[in-house]
Every structure is written in C-alpha cells, then in structure tokens.
C-alpha cells in the first residue's frame, strides 16, 4: 500500500469501490498480485490467488470491504464475492458429512458443501443437528468471507445455540490451557451462555492470565471453522486515547512492488516492540526523539494498533 498526505483514514468494516490498475509476478516466487487504487488516490496490493474464481481484470472497479488493519498498520481488502454475500442464506450441493477438530481443540461435525464455483466449503454442524443425508442440497448462510473462502453456519444456529453478538463486550472464564494448533498452548475461554474460545497463550502472556479468572472481552468476527473469535481488553490501553511510547528506530519496509515504506519502531508499557507506519517519518528520524506520542486505534493479538497523533 502506498502512504501519502491525502490518503483517507480507512476503519476495518468500511466500504469502499477500488479500480484495478495492474497486475504484477514476484520474480522468483508463485506470488502475483493485483493493483487496487482506493477512491483517494492510494495503491494498495491484492493476492491473486485467493481470487482466480473472481476472474478479476485490469481495468475493472469493485467493491472492497477493509477486512483487516495489522498491528503495523497494513490494510488487508477483502473484494465483494460475485456471487455471495455475507449474512444471506443459499442452498449448497451437500458432498459428505465429517468430522473435524474445532477451533477449541474439540471434535464436531461439518458439512463439507460445494459452492457455484465448484469450490468445497465447511459448514460446522451444532451438537445433535440432524442433516437429511438423501437431500443434494443444504442451505447454509454465510457468515463471513476471507480471502474468497466462505465461512458458513447453519441458519438455524442461533436458535439452537445462544451466542454473544459481534462487536460486544463480555466476561469470559478462563477455565483451562491446552495444546491445540502446532502443539502450541492456548487459553480456553468459557462465556455465559457455556461457549467455548481459545486464545493462543503466546500473545496473551504479558496480561498475566491464570485458570479462573475472569476477563472482559470483545467479540470480534467468526473463526475459519465458524466459532466466533475473540479480543481481551487490554489492561492499560484504551482504544480512542493517546499515549507517549519510547521511539526506538525506524526501518524502511519494501513492498512487493519494490515500493519503501518508513516503519517507526515503538515500545510500549510492557516492553513490546510495535510498528507504526508513517508518512512523516522521515522527520522523526532527523529529530531522534525519546518518546512519540501515538493514538491506540485498536487492539490485536494482545498488541497496540497505533496511529501517530
């Protein structure tokens, strides 16, 4: 993505119909990327292969929604689907019935669907759902798109299962640690209505959590296996306020389209290195101060998301 003065201040959730400019192949790499220039003028870089079945094309506009603004301020877009939208209901040919090992490390069953792409999704089933195996179809809905795969869930969760609402705030237990995903230690989480989260215990370990205590926190977007996700308040960051970190470097971060980009490096209150990218950071370099004060825009993975004041 490119920086400039006039670019506009994007919110992950929003909105916005970009135009594809170009199409570019890494040497020595199998990555391509398409060019997108958002409405105010900036560039910005969309994996290719995730959307072959989009058959996007150089010239053409669409619609993209801001799925996602990392730690180091990226902004990842997520094009609209041609052919489905989130929060809508659809009927998928119904290949088989599965098992699998969910997100908090338990086995369920999933309905492993095929879309109008021929593209084969996932569709967790809730305890004791009943498929009618001689049907070809199975409506499910669609509860989130990532990177042109579907999230899907039964339309008739919510009836069957009590669930918080995304964007939320809610106590949860800590009720264990666990091994899941590449053996690594993860929170498990309980809230009120007896659902279950995890969290990977690395991001988290700065917050001092132990088995039955109880933590607020926001529910954010559904998982890849159709669960919802979860972020822990942070214990001395509020999102909206402005804070003083002590400016440690700056680095130059090249884009694949051989584009530099400043990247100011920050600590934060717990020793935590953290990117903030900026336009002016050439003048910070020349000044070498001891501390910068930096807006807390959000909260990821245990991590500041900073914006300079």
Same mark, same amino acid.
């Given at each position: 993505m490119d920086n400039n003065k006039s670019q506009y201040k994007f919110t992950e959730g929003e909105k916005h119909r970009f135009t594809i400019t170009g199409f570019t192949e890494i040497p020595g790499t199998d990555e391509s990327y398409y060019i997108l220039k958002n409405p105010f003028g900036g560039k910005h870089l969309l994996k290719a292969n995730p959307y072959k079945h989009y058959h996007l094309k150089t010239g053409q506009t669409i619609n993209c929604k801001i799925d996602k603004i990392n730690c180091s301020g990226k902004i990842f877009l997520e094009p609209e689907n041609p052919e489905y939208k989130e929060d809508e209901v659809y009927a998928f040919d119904l290949v088989k019935i599965t098992d699998h090992i969910n997100s908090v490390g338990k086995k369920e069953k999933a309905a492993i669907v095929k879309d109008i792409f021929g593209m084969e999704n996932s569709c967790s089933l809730p305890e004791n759902y009943t498929v009618d195996k001689k049907s070809p179809k199975l409506k499910c809905e669609v509860l989130r798109i990532k990177?042109?795969?579907?999230? $899907?869930?039964?339309?008739?969760?919510?009836? #069957?299962? &009590?669930?918080?609402?995304?964007?939320?705030?809610?106590?949860?237990?800590?009720?264990?640690?666990?091994? $899941?995903?590449?053996?690594?230690?993860?929170? #498990?989480? &309980?809230?009120?209505?007896?659902?279950l989260y995890s969290l990977k215990k690395k991001m988290y370990q700065h917050y001092g959590f132990k088995i039955g205590q109880k933590v607020e926190c926001i529910i954010t977007k559904f998982n890849t296996d159709s669960h919802l996700k979860i972020e822990p308040v942070h214990p001395f960051y509020e999102i909206g306020k402005t804070y003083s970190f002590n400016y440690l470097r700056t680095e130059k971060d090249t884009n694949p389209l051989g584009k530099e980009e400043y990247v100011i490096i920050v600590v934060d209150i717990y020793g935590i290195e953290t990117k903030v990218r900026s336009i002016d950071s050439e003048e910070i370099v020349k000044n070498n101060p001891k501390t910068i004060k930096c807006k807390v825009e959000g909260i990821r993975k245990g991590k500041a998301i900073l914006a300079l004041k």
């Open positions: 990177k042109g795969q579907l999230f $899907l869930g039964v339309p008739e969760i919510k009836k #069957i299962v &009590k669930q918080p609402e995304i964007g939320k705030k809610y106590l949860f237990a800590i009720i264990d640690i666990k091994p $899941l995903e590449k053996n690594m230690d993860y929170y #498990i989480l &309980k809230d009120e209505f007896n659902n």
